[in-house]
T-cell receptor, first 110, second 116 residues
Framework: DAKTTQPPSMDCAEGRAANLPCNHS???????VYWYRQIHSQGPQYIIH???NNETNEMASLIITEDRKSSTLILPHATLRDTAVYYC???????????FGAGTTVTVRA | EAGVAQSPRYKIIEKRQSVAFWCNPI?????LYWYQQILGQGPKLLIQ????????DSQLPKDRFSAERLKGVDSTLKIQPAKLEDSAVYLC??????????????FGPGTRLTVL
């Protein structure tokens, strides 16, 4: 699997959009971008995934650049409950493996 | 639907002792995973089961760790004997193996192990 690079931490204000970047410059054509998050003392939680098109669900939006070398997870209206470690993972379709890095610790402040 | 259940939530043992963790996956999920998460790091896959068969145990320290999934439902992960470096959170996850959902993994709350 391609490796990903994320900033170690970031802050955002409650009610504002949080934009979480991820670099995956060695991604292959059949690799998807997945995002999970882990709230303190809980297991990781699936957020969203995409291949090349932008994706949106009830939790977040995923913007993938045209060359697929980077992506951004957008939390449209961050709340205090969104404080967590966010993991960007690149994964081959139907491959069971999730290779977690250190992620980005996001702190939402009131 | 009920989520992945794990017990105990916390365990403290002395080094060289034995410990076992239990996991009950989401009903109907054929695939079960055990991960180890050391403080400050992301989870690392230890072993994957498909029903009651092992798919991948390449990262499992087999000299001290063992896992089983009898009858293809619940699973137990055991450490014998424990070392200080085994202190971590042990996460269980399950997935349906439904290709249309890209095999989303659902995680339990984990068991925090402290080895003294």
């Amino acid at each position: 699997d391609a490796k990903t690079t994320q900033p170690p931490s970031m802050d955002c204000a409650e009610g504002r959009a949080a934009n979480l970047p991820c670099n995956h410059s060695t991604i292959s054509g059949n690799e998807y971008v997945y995002w999970y998050r882990q709230i303190h003392s809980q297991g990781p939680q699936y957020i969203i995934h995409g291949l090349k098109n932008n994706e949106t669900n009830e939790m977040a939006s995923l913007i993938i650049t045209e060359d697929r070398k980077s992506s951004t997870l957008i939390l449209p209206h961050a709340t205090l409950r969104d404080t967590a470690v966010y993991y960007c993972i690149v994964r081959v379709e139907n491959d069971y493996k999730l290779s977690f890095g250190a992620g980005t610790t996001v702190t939402v402040r009131a | 639907e009920a989520g992945v259940a794990q017990s105990p939530r916390y365990k403290i043992i002395e080094k060289r002792q034995s410990v076992a963790f239990w996991c009950n996956p989401i009903s109907g999920h054929a695939t079960l995973y055990w991960y180890q998460q050391i403080l400050g790091q992301g989870p690392k896959l230890l072993i994957q089961f498909q029903n009651n068969g092992v798919v991948d145990d390449s990262q499992l320290p087999k000299d001290r760790f063992s896992a089983e999934r009898l009858k293809g439902v619940d699973s137990t992960l055991k450490i014998q004997p424990a070392k200080l470096e085994d202190s971590a959170v042990y996460l269980c996850a399950s997935s349906r193996r439904d290709p249309t959902r890209r095999d989303t993994q659902y995680f339990g709350p984990g068991t925090r192990l402290t080895v003294l």
